[in-house]
């Protein structure tokens, strides 16, 4: 079956550090992914997408992720994290053609240390 | 700005009394769809429109109910909320097709009592 894991459940770092989340799909062919991140009680804004072309992607609020075929990941990343990244992320994907629905992984919790 | 909307943010309701949500659009977008969302749970899709064409998911249960009267309107109509309910409901947008880009609304927090 398809699906979309996201590993970390949660995830603590200090504002300035690096950070990375990890998303890894699982899909007959290359789906479409997303990246969206949710604040407390609020609705999913999107960070970023791939369709095809260049694999590393950029977004917005200084958030890129990178596809890898090889490894069937799409992790996002950010070099230096502010106190106001501090949210839900979710990583997402679905295929071509639109038949397939949104997919979604269970999310990571980002927690940002001042 | 172009954007999607839902009304209200919060909505309290009693144990079977109907409840609707509402959801309205700017993006003049073919496909809307409504997602119900548990506390730290990944969104679950409901139901989407395209165009004035209802898709109901198969474990959508039928106390959950749509209407789409026209390109920017959506509604989600619960006809007896029970306390299993209680959610985040997420209304979302995409031009063309489910692969397309989906765009979301702030979402309403149903309370149910």
């Known amino acids: ?6 590993p970390d459940i949660h995830i603590t770092v200090s504002e300035g550090a690096s950070l990375e989340l990890r998303c890894n799909y699982s899909y007959g062919a290359t789906p479409y992914l997303f990246w969206y991140v949710q604040s407390p009680g609020q609705g999913l804004q999107l960070l970023l997408k791939y369709f095809s072309g260049d694999t590393l992607v950029q977004g917005i609020k ?53 | 700005d172009a954007m999607v909307i839902q009304n209200p943010r919060y909505q309290v309701t009693q144990f079977g ?9 700017t993006l003049n977008h073919n496909v809307m769809y409504w997602y119900q969302q548990k506390s730290s749970q990944a ?20 106390n959950f109910q749509s209407r ?13 909320p029970g306390l299993g309910d209680a959610a985040m409901y997420l209304c979302a947008t995409s031009r063309r097709d489910r692969s397309d880009t989906q765009y979301f609304g702030p979402g309403t927090r149903l309370t149910v009592l």
């Open chain 1, 1 to 6: 079956a398809q699906s979309v894991t996201q």
């Open chain 1, 62 to 114: 200084g958030f890129e992720a990178e596809f890898k075929r090889s490894q069937s990941s799409f992790n996002l990343r950010k070099p230096s994290v502010h106190w106001s990244d501090a949210a839900e992320y979710f990583c997402a994907a679905t295929l071509e053609g639109g038949s397939e629905k949104l997919v979604f992984g269970k999310g990571t919790k980002l927690t940002v240390n001042p």
């Open chain 2, 17 to 25: 009394k109907p409840v609707t949500l509402s959801c309205s659009q």
């Open chain 2, 43 to 62: 969104p679950k899709l409901l139901f989407h429109y395209y165009d004035k064409d209802f898709n109901n998911e198969a474990d959508t249960p039928d």
């Open chain 2, 68 to 80: 789409r009267p026209n390109t920017s309107f959506c509604f989600l109509d619960i006809r007896s």
